[in-house]
């Protein structure tokens, strides 16, 4: 196991001396995919403080009624 470990190194670097180089990025972004995905983002993330919101509104509404609710039913 120590073998293994000690020679990770020398075997990563190997491998990165063979690997190809990256494709240069496009030089100009592609306005409409920058515009969709900044629609979706930007509604997700108000989706989710809005679950959130009332998921927070609904547990406390019902800790209320909780409660107050402790003397009702036909044996009180």
């Known amino acids: 196991m ?3 470990l000690s020679a990770l190194p020398l075997v990563l670097m190997h491998l990165s001396a063979y ?3 990256a ?3 496009p030089a100009e972004a592609n306005y409409l995919g920058t515009v969709i995905f900044g629609i979706l ?3 997700l993330c ?3 403080a809005w679950m959130v919101w009332r998921n927070d509104k609904n547990q406390k509404r ?3 009624e909780e ?3 402790g003397a009702t ?3 009180a």
Do not use: L, N, S
Request: no cysteine; aromatic share 8%.
């Open 2 to 4: 120590k073998r293994i």
């Open 19 to 21: 690997a190809d180089v």
């Open 23 to 25: 494709p240069e990025p």
């Open 41 to 43: 983002f930007v509604g």
């Open 46 to 48: 108000v989706a989710f």
């Open 62 to 64: 019902k800790a209320k």
């Open 67 to 69: 409660g107050q609710g």
């Open 73 to 75: 039913g036909p044996t």
